[in-house]
């Protein structure tokens, strides 16, 4: 989502209640403190940090350390993402500047910096370090390359420090300490790609192993719903791939085998960390022997998922590792022969159907399509089932079997929530006059299956009037349903030209009736709905009518007059 439609993306109750929050001015302060990196303290019970992460408008992720836990945003976020639209809009109008005041204070920075001595200096940061623990493990860290220690050692400790600091006298992650901490740990990620980068392959390599190895172990004591940590060890394996990629011979082989080492560790299991050390494995290998220790760690693995309740999806993950690994090699007959002993899971069997359809043996293609159908029904595997209904409806039409075509589009229409593709797909295969008695069999097991009724039924049926041009039947059928604004205001253009009388008097109610709810959202829809309106021809008078209406009975919803008077300015 972006800034323009975040609005559209969140429940309106939270909505409403962030952006009271950012309308009151509890948004104490918005900086875009790098490129794509923006900052925020919000006042609430306690003042709360806000982080979001953007690219150009799109918002990538945000963090808050209030310890909200009802859904996926916060109040206080929603209330910066408003402050932070605003500022773009600013800045699209005016180019930001920077004050007098910011230049003096910069000024003032650099002139301190010239006239103080390095010991005042120093006094002064030790000041510091005594009042706030966290900000001298992230000096500590963020200088690390400069001391003369073990490298290990080093940073392993650097690491279990900003968690201690974090962890507070309790010995517990409380969520509003997460955001910081996942913060420190992203930076030091940073700092071991910018070494890697300038050609400190070991102590970027151990930067890395020292996040991936306690990361691992911290995720499951806090909270990362905001997905600091994750993020901080995504950064270190990706620059571990990039040390891979550049590794020598002998390194090469000192990193293999720390991938298999680490990749049978359980702490990695429980997040889907260790697929990344799998990735890397491929890479690594250079002889005999640990090809064939690979496919023995991969084959160990197999036989533990398939104790487990829900193991398909894993041992999938790792049957591909090894197709992967044999395509590469160009070995592709013994991928092949891989594929069909495990033909039993539906994503192997569809690359052997595909090739059956490739090659026109379609009866062969149907065969296995059948089976797979067979399975997934017993399993009650309902997405999979449609896929293999999608393949055999797809096998029809490559074939040109209009009684397939017919039975895999009408089964797949009532199946998929009445997907229209299936039902422009059936009616292809009848001429006008057949088709006439068919799709009046179509809307009669529609009702029949949706009795009594419902927006999905009066939605699917709408769109089949439209495409069969039944326009009365259309005006009839929105007319039963005419407490649904949004049905109205969605079918009220096929039909205002014809029937302009009563589609202004649909309007006029459900408008009305809509208007009811208390949200900023609702009266944002009321104006729309308004200016659909007064598109019809001849609403002008129900139009002045309904804002009369409003005006007079909500005059003291101040939000909802700021949004019609912007609008629909009063004429003075």
């Known amino acids: 989502m972006t800034f323009k439609d975040f609005e559209k993306n969140i429940d309106s109750q939270i909505l409403e209640r962030g952006f009271g929050y950012f309308q009151n001015g509890n948004v104490i302060s918005v900086n875009e403190v790098d490129t794509g990196l923006w900052e925020a303290e919000v006042e609430g019970t306690e003042n709360y940090f806000v982080t979001i992460r953007t690219d150009k408008y799109k918002i990538k992720t945000w963090e808050c350390d209030c310890p909200y836990d009802m859904g996926p945003v916060c109040k206080h976020v929603i209330a910066v993402f408003y402050a932070i639209a605003e500022e773009i809009e600013v800045k699209k109008e005016q180019p930001y500047k920077k004050t007098n005041s910011e230049k003096d204070n910069k000024k003032r920075i650099e002139n301190i910096f010239k006239a103080a001595s390095k010991e005042e200096l120093q006094n002064f940061i030790m000041a510091q370090f005594s009042k706030e623990r966290s900000l001298k493990n992230s000096f500590v860290a963020y200088f690390a390359e400069l001391l003369d220690e073990n490298p290990e050692e080093k940073y392993k400790i650097i690491v279990k420090n ?11 992650m409380e969520y509003r300490s997460v955001h910081k901490f996942a913060h420190s740990l992203i930076e030091l990620a940073e700092k071991g790609e910018k070494i890697f980068v300038n050609g400190n392959i070991n102590e970027s390599l151990t930067i890395c192993k020292t996040l991936i190895e306690n990361i691992s172990e911290f995720v499951s004591e806090v909270d990362d719903s905001g997905g600091g940590l994750s993020s901080a060890i995504e950064n270190a394996f990706d620059t571990f791939s990039g040390i891979v990629s550049k590794a020598p011979p002998m390194l090469k082989d000192d990193l293999f085998v720390y991938c298999m080492n ?12 260790e697929d990344r050390f799998l990735d890397l494995l491929p890479s690594l290998i250079s002889t005999e022997e640990q090809e064939k220790d690979f496919f023995e760690l991969i084959n160990k693995q197999i036989e533990i998922e398939k104790k487990n309740e829900y193991s398909d999806y894993n041992t999938v ?19 092949k022969a891989l594929i069909r ?104 097991k529609i009702k029949k299956e949706n009795n009594p009724g419902g927006y999905r039924y009066a939605d699917t049926l709408a769109k089949i009037f439209i495409e069969e041009k039944y326009i009365e039947r259309l005006l009839n059928l929105v007319q039963s349903n005419s407490k649904l604004i949004d049905f109205i205001d969605c079918y009220a253009k096929y039909l205002k030209d014809k029937y302009p009388e009563e589609i202004i008097s649909l309007y006029f109610e459900a408008i009305k009736s809509h208007a009811k709810t208390t949200d900023r959202k609702t009266y944002e829809e009321v104006a729309n709905y308004l200016k659909n309106l007064g598109r019809i021809n001849g609403s002008e008078n129900t139009l002045r009518q309904l804002l009369n209406y409003f005006r007079g009975l909500y005059r003291n919803r101040r939000a909802m007059m700021e949004i019609l008077n912007k609008n629909f300015p009063e004429k003075k």
């Open 162 to 172: 900003l968690f201690k600091a974090a962890h507070g006298r309790n010995g517990f």
């Open 317 to 335: 993950r790792l049957i591909c590792a090894k197709i992967e690994y044999l395509r590469e090699k160009n070995l592709n007959a013994e991928a």
């Open 341 to 444: 002993e495990n033909i039993i899971h539906p994503d192997f069997r569809e690359i052997v159907i595909d090739e059956a359809v490739k090659k026109k043996d379609f009866e062969i293609a149907k065969k296995l399509c059948l089976e797979g159908l067979v399975i997934s029904e017993k399993a009650n595997h309902y997405g999979i089932s449609d896929k293999w209904r999608q393949k055999l409806l797809h096998i029809s039409e490559f074939n040109k079997n209009i009684p397939d075509i017919r039975k895999w589009s009408e089964l797949l229409f009532f199946k998929s929530n009445f997907d229209m593709k299936y039902y422009m797909k059936l009616k292809s295969t009848y001429d006008n006059n057949a088709w006439r008695d068919a799709s009046e069999m179509i809307v009669d």
């Open 262 to 273: 680490e990749y049978q560790k359980e702490k990695y299991h429980d997040f889907g960390f």
